[in-house]
């Protein structure tokens, strides 16, 4: 079994900032991609950010300049630091890695659980 296990959400006022964690635990062989979704209510759940190397990030236009992803391999972990929050930033943020659990299996999607980040006056 393979865990991810967000952290870091919350009630913050626009402009404000926030950083949020993800650490994956279980029966991990490798992990490749690492990432964040978000979904808000009545809309689907859209990409926020990528990470598969330092070099290698992906972020969607809406946060680009305002939202930083990094990661750190030794832990498994990844994270979000979130500045400029705005309303429309409101979601339930989900955490996403990209795992094989041996050197024979196939890559698999995992989720966490999520974490509500609410921006609001």
């Known amino acids: 079994q393979v865990h991810l296990v967000e952290s870091g959400g919350g009630l913050v006022q626009p402009g404000g900032s926030l950083i949020l964690s993800c650490a994956a635990s279980?029966?991990?062989?490798?992990?490749?991609?690492m990432g964040w979704y978000r979904q808000a209510p009545g809309k689907q759940r859209e990409l926020v950010a990528t990470?598969?190397?330092?070099?290698?990030?992906n972020y969607a236009d809406s946060v680009k300049g305002r939202f930083t992803i990094s990661r750190d391999n030794a832990e498994n972990t990844v994270y979000l630091q979130m500045n400029s929050l705005r309303p429309e930033d409101t979601a339930v943020y989900y955490c996403?890695?990209?795992?094989?659990?041996?050197?024979?299996?196939?890559?698999?999607?995992?989720w966490g659980q999520g974490t509500q980040v609410t921006v609001s006056s």
């Open positions: 996403h890695a990209g795992v094989r659990t041996d050197w024979r299996a196939t890559w698999l999607p995992y």
């Open positions: 990470i598969t190397s330092p070099t290698s990030t």
């Open positions: 279980g029966s991990i062989f490798s992990i490749n991609a």
